[in-house]
Structures are given as C-alpha cells and as structure tokens.
C-alpha cells in the first residue's frame, strides 16, 4: 500500500516506539527465536531481520534479541552453516515473545524439555510465534489445542492428521489467536511479524520496518504458493497491466466480465483463465481484495468517516463494507481502526480485534 513518495525518502525522522498512546510498546521487549540443529535458515533470518537488527530509527523502547539453542554445543543450519547460540532454554523464562522458525520435520519428535519449557513460558504471559513448519513446535507442546491455526500449505494436511484438536486454517496468510500467532509458508512469516510490530507500536512503525525491507506492509489474500503461474507472459501482461491499473483507480466502478474481456481482445473465457494465470485470483476476488486493501489503507492513516471510506473504496455502503470486513478479517472497520489506526475518529466504537489476514 506503500507509495512511490515513501520509496524516495532517504532520511526518514526518527520514530519514538514509545510515544504511541493507542499502541503502547510491549511490556516485556525481549524476543527470543529458538535454535536447534538443522536450523531452517530462511525463517530464522526472518525472525532476525524483523527483531534482531539494531534500528536507531525507532528510538526508544524497541524489541531486544536473543537465540535460545535447544540443545547445548554448535548447531547446523540449512545451507552448511554452523552457528552458536546465546543461550539456552534459560531464556524462554525472561522471554515476552519466543519465535519457533520452521522446524527439522513434520514428523521429528519436538524434546518434551522444550515443549515444558514453551508451556511455563506462555503461562507466565510471553506470547509465542511459529513460521511455517514450526507450528508442529507449538501443537506437539501442547498451546494450539481447540485455537485456530495456519501452515504451510504442504503441510497442512499432516498437520490435521498429526493434531485433530487443531482448527488448521489453510488458505490465510497468518492467524493471530492473541498470545499463540502461526504463520503460514516461510515468507509469510514476513507477514506475521510486521503485524505483531503493528500491534506493538502502530502502523507507522510496521510501515517504516517494511519500507527498510523493501516489502509491502500488509499483503491480502491467500497462500501465494497457490498461484500457477505468478509472472504472466509478455503478451498478457501487455494487455492486462493497463486494464488493472485502470481497474484499481477506479474501484468504485462495476466491472462486468463481458466489458472487461473486450476491452482487452479476448473472449470471456480466455479473459477469465489468463486473469487468474496471471494474479492467481478471479476478477471479482481480486477487486475485493483491493477494496479491502483501500479501505484498510484508509482507516490507519486518514480521519476519514467509515461512510466515506466504504464510498472511497468502492463498497457503496457502509453495510457492505462491514460485511466484507468481518468475512474476509473477523472483524469490524472501527475495530480495525482502533486497533492500527494512527488517527482514530471520534464515534468508531471498537468492537472485536482482528485474528487474521487472508482471502477465504
């Protein structure tokens, strides 16, 4: 959602983490990811890059960092790399957000050393993170029991299998249940701990993390692994590129299948599977999903009425925009603006905080 106006700006001002009255800095700063042999290194670098990187920028009151090892001496990690840890499972006890970054196997035993001290650590009060395949960390220790949550794609299944008592939610990008957060594939991991950022500091701050990492601040819809094909061909994304800008100016407008396959020479048919080809989504989802982004756009960073931003975004009534909010992020818009809104207008009561991203 960012701009290209966001991209030029060199020498961003300092933000102070600890000046946001409606998102204050957790109480306890510490993140701890795990280390254990046969690292998955992707995941851990994600957890590193969003909360283990010194970032002066943010001032005051920002995360600190450390890596527990599961297990004591030198630990392998995925691409021939050996590591040390700085500690042990000690940590998890001074921890307030303990990151399991993918794991050795579906189907590899988790220590019951871990898993006791994961349990101690959360009913102490720290709130604990999986990315991708570390969800089996969690569920094997017990904290995913009757929640919601996500995983890869590929693993999905198992994951049903292995733990019936796990509400596994495949098609969202992450799931949010308060102190248990899963993320899906490894880069929505991304995903997942720049929305923890925006529920500690703001949108601002998870706006100014992402802008340092060059990606979006928020990404819609489902588990892009889905997608056939992501780049489309030239020849399609010569015609379809212009009908999508277009289509995203102008969101208030009706699209109808039959006008938008002749505005760019093709049949209804033929339009229909080279759109899908080329976003990995039908017209229609596609169009909500912009539509959600606009809206949720507008209720972070303007003072903008709900009945404005609904017209805005092309929802036409404030009705249809709260039904798309609760269906597709189980929430409400004042919610969703209480919660990461910088500018919170007077009359949008809070109601239910949002659990999770994704298209269903």
């Known amino acids: 959602m960012a701009s290209l106006s966001y991209m030029l700006k060199i020498m961003p001002k300092p933000f102070a983490a600890s000046q946001s009255s409606a998102n204050p800095a957790p109480a306890n700063p510490l993140v701890v990811a795990l280390a254990y042999d046969g690292l998955c290194t992707f995941e851990f670098g994600v957890a590193v890059e969003l909360f283990g990187l010194p970032r002066p920028e943010m001032g005051e009151g920002w995360y600190r960092f450390a890596v527990a090892a599961i297990e004591p001496g030198e630990l392998r990690a995925t691409g021939g790399i050996r590591m040390m840890a700085d500690g042990g499972l000690d940590l998890l006890a001074q921890a307030g957000t303990i990151i399991v970054p993918g794991w050795r196997g579906a189907d590899t035993p988790v220590p019951e050393a871990l898993c006791e001290a994961l349990r101690a650590a959360h009913a102490r009060g720290a709130r604990v993170l999986s990315i991708c395949s570390g969800v089996f960390v969690l569920a094997a220790a017990g904290l995913l029991s009757g929640r919601r949550a996500t995983t890869h794609w590929r693993y999905t299944d198992k994951l049903k299998a292995l733990y019936p008592d796990v509400e596994v939610v495949p098609d969202v990008l992450y799931v949010d249940g308060g102190t248990v957060l899963t993320s899906a594939g490894s880069a929505a991991g991304i995903d997942l701990c720049l929305h923890l950022i925006r529920r500690d500091f703001g949108s601002e701050a998870a706006n100014r993390v992402a802008r340092r990492l060059v990606v979006p601040p928020h990404r819609d819809g489902g588990q892009a692994q889905f997608i056939e094909r992501a780049v489309p061909e030239v020849h399609e994304s010569a015609r379809l590129g ?105 009359g949008d009561a809070p109601a239910d905080a949002p659990a999770m991203a994704g298209a269903r």
Do not use: C, N
Not at 294 to 318: N, V
């Open 242 to 346: 212009p009908l999508i800008d277009r289509m995203r100016a102008e969101l208030g407008k009706d699209f109808p299948i039959a006008v938008l396959a002749r505005s760019v020479g093709m049949s209804e048919r033929t339009f229909l599977r080279r759109f899908e080809a080329a976003t990995g989504t039908t017209p229609a989802r596609w169009l909500l999903g912009e539509r959600l982004a606009r809206a949720r756009q507008l209720l972070e960073e303007s003072t903008f009425g709900i009945e404005q931003i609904a017209d805005i975004s092309g929802f036409g009534s404030t009705q249809t925009l709260r039904h798309h909010f609760r269906q597709q992020l189980s929430t409400t818009p004042a919610a969703y603006r209480a919660t990461f809104g910088r500018m919170p207008t007077a």
